[in-house]
């Protein structure tokens, strides 16, 4: 076989193995299943917005633009979710010096790292575009040409985005990059995802909520396309290709050939400035300490350097604790929530509510506690042969967790404060209530993780990201929302009427559940834990 | 004579059928340096694993400074510490990050972890690396801080599976010397290794393992009692009748 498409291979068996692995089901034949039926899962609410939006079009004599609209919010998609998994594949990945050992060419290694990033974002193209495209297939004309059409319309939508941000990642990393920086680029990348993901919302929320604009884009008729394609020709191109354009076509195919043909060019160029350069340390300077603290002010400072110093459990934690606050500021930006709404006579009266909500969002996102055995990895012997407890070892994570996820609730707590005018009793009722919710998920995560401790990971992406924990911990809280829900539904108006009573015993039965979680956790698990073992 | 390590009947069982350490008795005695040695897969590590209390031991007992591992393991892990064969520790923490956790771990002083990080990491030429990250460092230059961490608490029992991969000959040598300095001080070193050449000049007692079971014990001339040649042809031989 070709050396090339040899190594092709081998990186996307080694990319779906470590998808599999990452997991961490028993059976692997459950796990294929479930990666297979995970897009599944995801694409069904996008069928319908695309059938929704299908109609609207079709209403307007433009059926088609349903295809313009999922490829342009498939583009940027993307585009943002390609930039840190270049990022990881080419900084964080360790097969870099073998594979440059072997007589392969710089834009070889290069392209065969692409090919998983070119997989990955083919599983979202199929995901946001492929129920757009059987939509207007069923609604319009279906042929063999159509599916065939609709297929290699698939396949090529990953290259645009997937070449506009290598070609990104490699310029920037090629000049601003060293050793030190990698951390800091990482995180760089994370953030420019964020930042895009935020000014997305903010975009698309001025949009519908300004019917003059909406109008001006209806009255537009033939235009529609135009203006929609405007700010993203390729669109436009792509639209009238999939329509039969032959000039379109090539526009299309020319774009992606020039941008594969840079890609190239650049590829030596980055391999050498950007990825080798990585493999090269240099000494750090400065004092050296040698002060004492405690055992436990140790051992709660390990995992938090843990956190801090990797950069994907350091982005992981700070999308979790932060990314409700963020999506506040955005609502008060966008006016979906503020001051004044908030402060209005008619909700008054359900302040200790609403403030137990803002405070608790940290917690109910957040899934530090269902990792922290994972994050250490390999790593996790060394807490074993040391002069602790295994009740230590446990206090320690649970005290990490609740100092964390503490820390996001009282970000929140602030922009409460300055969002709500609320009573002394409305704060106390809630802060209390808020670490009664705290102390109860951060025990029942680390009995999760005690669980299914998975420590055998090669990414650090796999150990907090494609983690199962991570879904059933947040599973636990939904279905506490939901018994929440169904007790509210069940007493009528009761709950309302008498906000701060309910809040009291609900903190009371959470304290009660931390309690009971925590007396299992000490006394029945610490076996199980004392047992794991890399 | 003070016995420090006792493995008494130890078992260790895989899935319920793969036996990989069978019936293991034995004693470490106070001041000497004792080597394991044996093929790859004999269950070094995981005997080294048992008594460290990394792995549970299926049946039998294990006791360290009079302390039974299962039953009192913070007095047990009090008299030892370990250096395992791959320097796996969380590598994003800086040289001397890593050195302080440990001190503190076992209570050392200010003044007393000074003077061990400072000898320990110069006489190991990595004094100058620890404000850098330990993920920069080499497989070697990992060990050698493992090494020092595990030296720091002056542990009664210097517990190192397979401690000469990746040093290079001068830091070998070194940590050879501190291997005696530790005994001469009243410490007593338990380690496995495959360089047959080390243990034979720096043991005062050897262990034999294969498929589990210890097949010879005691000093290399009570072993090759009865037996000519080297420790290498010895093993070989041993090994291959099992």
């Known amino acids: 076989m070709n050396r090339f498409y040899s190594l092709i291979k081998i990186q996307l068996k080694d990319f779906l193995g470590k998808t599999v692995s990452s997991l961490n089901i028993k059976y692997k034949s459950f796990a294929k299943l479930l990666i297979l039926l ?81 997989f990955y974002l083919l599983l979202i193209a199929t995901i946001v575009m492929g129920p757009a495209l059987y939509v207007f297939g069923m609604n319009t004309t279906v042929s063999i040409f159509y599916i065939i059409k609709a297929l290699a319309v698939l396949l090529l939508v990953p290259l645009l985005p997937m070449l506009i941000a290598a070609v990104i990642v490699m310029l920037m990393s090629s000049f601003l990059i060293n050793s030190s920086h990698r951390n800091l680029f990482s995180l760089l990348s994370n953030f420019i995802l964020i930042g895009a993901v935020i000014a997305l919302q903010v975009i698309v929320n001025r949009y519908t909520t300004d019917p003059e604009k909406i109008r001006s884009l209806v009255e537009s008729g033939e235009g529609l396309l135009s203006i929609l394609g405007m700010r993203f020709p390729p669109s436009i191109w792509m639209t009238r290709m999939f329509v039969g354009s032959l000039t379109d076509t090539i526009l299309f195919l020319g774009l992606n050939l020039i941008l594969i043909y ?9 391999y050498r400035k950007a990825i080798l350069s990585l493999q090269q340390g240099g000494r750090a300077s400065g004092e050296i300490d040698y002060k004492n603290e405690s055992r436990n002010y140790q051992l709660i400072k390990r995992h938090f350097l843990i956190i801090f110093k990797e950069p994907t459990f350091l982005m992981n934690t700070l999308f979790t604790l932060i990314l409700p606050l963020f999506l506040f500021v955005v609502m008060s930006f966008t006016g979906e929530i503020s001051r004044e709404i908030l402060n209005s ?8 509510l609403i403030f137990i909500i803002i405070i608790i969002a940290p917690v109910i996102v957040s899934n530090i506690g269902s990792t922290i055995i994972t994050r250490e990895g390999k790593s996790f012997w060394q807490t074993k042969v040391l002069p602790i407890s295994d009740k230590e070892n446990i206090k320690a994570r649970i005290q990490a967790t609740v100092l964390l996820t503490f820390v996001g ?19 106390l009722i809630g802060s209390v209530f808020g670490i009664a919710v705290i102390l109860f998920f951060s025990v029942i995560d680390l009995i999760i993780n005690i669980y299914r401790p998975f420590l055998n990971w090669n990414n650090p992406t796999a150990a907090v990201k494609n983690n199962l924990n991570v879904m059933i911990a947040l599973g636990l809280r939904a279905v506490t929302a939901g018994i929440i829900y169904g007790i509210y539904k069940l007493t009528d108006d009761y709950m309302l009427n008498n906000i701060n009573t309910v809040i009291l015993i609900a903190t009371a039965v959470f304290f009660g559940a931390y309690l009971g979680a925590r007396y299992f956790l000490y006394n029945k698990l610490v076996d199980r834990f004392r047992k794991i073992y890399v | 004579m003070i016995i420090l390590l006792k493995l008494d009947s130890v078992k260790k069982v895989y899935d319920n059928q793969t036996k990989a350490v069978d019936n293991l008795n034995l004693e470490i005695k106070k001041g000497e340096i004792f080597g394991f040695l044996g093929p790859n897969g004999a269950g070094k590590t995981t005997t080294i694993k048992m008594i460290t209390g990394i792995l549970e031991a299926t049946e039998g007992k294990i006791t360290i400074n009079g302390h039974d591992i299962e039953k009192d393991p913070i007095k047990a892990k009090e008299s030892f510490t370990y250096v395992p064969d791959h320097p796996e520790i969380f590598d994003s923490i800086r040289g001397i990050d890593y050195l302080n956790f440990i ?26 690396d620890l404000r850098t990250p330990i993920n920069s460092y080499s497989h070697g230059m990992k060990q050698k801080l493992l090494i020092s961490g595990a030296l720091i608490p002056e542990p009664e029992i210097f517990i190192l599976d397979e401690p000469l991969g990746g040093l290079d000959p001068r830091s070998a040598r070194t940590l050879k010397d501190m291997m005696h ?5 009243g410490g007593t070193v338990f380690f496995s290794s495959h360089v047959l050449e080390v243990v034979e000049n720096l043991c005062d007692r050897i262990g034999i393992i294969d498929e589990g079971k210890l097949i010879a014990c005691g000093t290399l001339d009570e072993i090759n009692k009865n037996k000519s040649g080297s420790l290498e042809d010895l093993f070989l031989e041993l090994t291959e009748n099992e």
């Open chain 2, 181 to 185: 300095d530790h005994c001469d001080r």
């Open chain 1, 345 to 352: 006579p008619q909700l008054t009266p359900y302040h200790s």
């Open chain 1, 262 to 270: 840079s890609l190239f060019k650049l590829s030596k160029l980055f």
């Open chain 1, 38 to 118: 995970l897009p599944i899962a995801i694409s069904l609410p996008v069928f319908n917005l695309s059938l929704t939006t299908f109609i609207t079009f079709a209403q307007l004599g433009q059926p088609e633009l349903v295809i313009t609209l999922t490829y342009i919010g498939a583009v940027m998609l993307m585009f943002f979710l390609g930039i840190p998994f270049i990022v990881s594949i080419f900084f964080y990945s360790r097969d870099i010096q073998f594979l440059s050992a072997l007589p392969l060419k710089e834009e070889e290694i290069v392209f065969s790292k692409l090919s998983t990033v070119y």
């Open chain 2, 103 to 128: 001190a503190d771990m076992y209570q050392v002083s200010s003044k007393k972890r000074e003077e061990k990080i400072n000898k320990f990491t110069k006489d190991f030429e990595i004094y100058d």
């Open chain 1, 409 to 427: 609730s009282a970000l929140m707590g602030f922009f409460a404060l300055y969002l709500l005018e609320l009573s002394f009793k409305a704060i």
